[in-house]
């Protein structure tokens, strides 16, 4: 079974491979391309779902949780090592689905937009699956910018002005974040003298009372550059405008994105200032608190201010991160466990509404109900895919609207987290751990700040709804002559399958939060994760 | 050499920060660039500042410069450089899109 382990490698290198060979093939050959693409993102997936099995098959409760690869073959706190744990491969599994999602409905027109799309498109699976599988800080800088670089790419992918406004901002801000990633890596490496993330686990508690604070500041300058990414209030101003100026596919991708820095934070707090870390346990944890909240009443009001649906879509993902980042910052393990089951659901419906969007816009009159300040940004996207509407090849959807309008109702039922769809079942899950924090029924003290991010997560739901209601009833019923918009099939079925996944995690919610149960016990045990990287590195020696 | 390497990097951040604050776009590729530069050599001392050590390993309890964040700078060169000549080509795109090298493409009076 030894040979199983180098499966670890493949989502970094299969999306490299098939991106470099896509840069050999003619922009002219299309189907050639969307062949190759889709394989490999299929490929991806089947990849992901047997690391998933690996991931669960590792036995829970003492030893090892995670497995390690080492790339070179060097004993572990040296050189590059890549490390499977029950988190990474969730994560990976949600990329490739989202990437495999995105890619379909990109079939349809918007890969023959502009040049190497899916080259640039598999360059940022590779990068996604890079960071969530690596073992060490630098890298995990490595792979976040060739995922930043593929996204600036990808942003400007249709080219227009707003879109290159949106990405001169959005460039320059993750170049400015990248810097203070550089700065954090640097500092932690000073003090430490180490940059492998189990390393540094093991290393901490004994760290000299005078370099505490030098790598607490590194700690937090590293915290600042995810949080830019994850688009934590106040750093999160740049996100709304980016993701609405991108392609319709690129923005259900990007969701993904946002949920990077959330993965990172996830894992390194838990890791380094998790229980044995000593003087610095629970370091940060309050921060990422009161900003997740902040960015929760952020952007409950963006949703409910929002009169264009790409705006909407901008700020749900902003509700997700705030969410996330203040289940992170309770730094509970069954709090975790149901932010998990959030994240995967959320991620799935607010990329399944990115998708959604291009065809509700399609059926409504353009600039209908926008904002004097919007319609100079829809009045210039609205124009470029339309002149390549004769050369559509597809199944033409019967019954467009009524698809369209059942899909928009789903992903508002998933927003606001009402029954029957898995939003409900995830904030369930949260709340359900936020208000028993010692179990279920024991009595325990419940703080004022825990109340008020229940509130705030049932209030960023109900404010998901109105908005969506309202968009909803513009959209489908208030209009006398509808606007019959020509919808193919490639579309409407990734947003449907999108659609079809949380429905499925309602009905299997037993079996998924199971195993987001076992993944949060194993992210509150950093032990297990430093002995299977730590340990794995001196059996390395053999041949692998 | 402690000194004269703090007042550089000091000097270089901030007048990369100050740059970057600017709303003409060429200042802000040049602020990023002084910012990298500031990084780069922020990175190096964090590897503690040594003359005429071997480097990699030293004979032993001998001093030696510690190889890694040479490595590490050199890696955030790279990276650095190609992120900015994609700026630049950005920056080129939205000039001529806009017909202004504001960064918000129109001017703020």
Not at chain 1, 464 to 470: E, N, Y
Request: glycine share 12%; proline share 4%; charged share 10%.
């Amino acid at each position: 079974m030894e040979w199983t382990k180098h499966l670890l490698i493949v989502p970094i290198l299969l999306p490299m491979v098939a991106g470099a060979a896509l840069l050999l093939i003619d922009e002219t050959r299309h189907a050639l391309k969307a062949l190759v693409s889709v394989a490999s993102t299929i490929l991806l997936l089947v990849a992901g779902m047997a690391l998933m099995r690996m991931a669960g098959g590792i036995p829970d409760g003492s030893g090892a949780l995670s497995l390690s690869y080492a790339v070179a073959n060097w004993p572990a706190p040296f050189a590059i090592v890549l490390v499977l744990d029950r988190l990474s491969a969730l994560m990976l599994v949600l990329a490739a689905v989202l990437g495999l999602a995105s890619l379909t409905f990109s079939l349809a027109r918007w890969h023959r937009a502009g040049p190497h799309f899916h080259s640039l498109f598999q360059f940022l699976l590779m990068g996604l699956g890079g960071a969530f599988l690596t073992g060490d800080l630098f890298n995990l800088f490595v792979f976040f910018e060739v995922t930043l670089a593929a996204s600036y790419g990808l942003l400007l992918h249709g080219s227009g002005a707003f879109r290159v406004r949106s990405g001169l901002h959005y460039i320059a801000i993750n170049l400015a974040a990248s810097l203070l990633f550089l700065v954090g890596v640097s500092l932690i490496y000073g003090v430490t003298g180490t940059l492998n993330m189990a390393d540094l686990a093991a290393r901490l508690p004994a760290l000299p009372e005078g370099d505490r604070v030098l790598f607490q500041a590194g700690a937090a300058i590293l915290g600042v550059a995810f949080l830019v990414k994850a688009g934590m209030w106040p750093l999160g101003f740049w996100l709304t405008p980016a993701y609405m100026a991108a392609a319709a596919p690129v923005g259900a991708i990007f969701v993904i994105l946002t949920k990077v820095g959330v993965y990172v934070l996830l894992r390194l707090t838990l890791l380094l200032f998790g229980s044995p870390a000593g003087e610095l346990t629970g370091f940060g944890g309050t921060a990422l608190l009161w900003g997740g909240i902040a960015t929760i009443v952020f952007a409950t009001a963006g949703v409910l201010a929002s009169q264009a649906l790409g705006r909407l879509a901008g700020y749900s993902v902003l509700i997700s991160a705030g969410t996330l980042l203040a289940a992170v910052g309770m730094g509970d393990a069954s709090v975790v466990s149901g932010a998990l089951f959030y994240l995967v659901s959320s991620t799935l419906s607010t990329a399944a509404l990115f998708l959604l969007i291009e065809l509700v816009e399609r059926a409504r009159e353009p600039g209908a109900d926008l904002l004097a300040v919007t319609i100079e940004a829809y009045g210039e996207e609205g124009e470029e895919p339309e002149e390549r509407e004769d050369e559509e090849v597809g199944v033409v959807m019967p019954g467009a609207l009524a698809v369209l309008g059942v899909a928009f109702g789903c992903i508002g039922l998933l927003l606001a987290g009402m029954p029957p769809l898995s939003g409900f079942v995830a904030k369930f899950a949260m709340l359900t751990g936020m208000l028993n924090l010692d179990g279920l029924g024991s009595p325990s003290e419940i703080p004022a700040r825990t109340w008020l991010l229940v509130a705030l997560v049932i209030l960023s739901g109900l404010a998901a709804l109105i908005a969506m209601t309202r968009t909803g009833i513009r959209t489908f019923w208030a209009p006398l002559e509808p606007v019959l918009p020509r919808v193919l099939v490639v579309e409407v079925a990734p947003i449907l399958i999108l659609i079809g996944l949380c429905l499925a995690m309602t009905v299997g919610a037993g079996t998924i939060v199971n195993y987001t149960d076992a993944t949060a016990r194993s992210l509150h045990d950093p032990a297990s994760y430093v002995r299977g990287v730590l340990g794995a590195g001196v059996q390395g020696q053999g041949p692998l | 050499m402690e000194l004269t390497l703090a007042i550089a990097i000091g000097v270089l951040t901030g007048s990369g920060v100050w740059l970057v604050l600017r709303p003409r776009t060429y200042q802000l590729v040049i602020g990023l660039s002084l910012l990298s530069y500031a990084v780069n050599l922020f990175i190096l001392s964090m590897g503690r500042l040594s003359v005429g050590v071997a480097p990699v390993l030293g004979v032993e309890g001998a001093e030696y410069a510690d190889p890694v964040p040479q490595a590490l700078v050199l890696t955030a060169i790279v990276i650095g450089f190609a992120t900015t000549a994609l700026l630049l080509v950005v920056l080129l795109v939205a000039r001529g899109l806009t017909r202004s090298d504001h960064v918000d493409g129109r001017e703020s009076r």
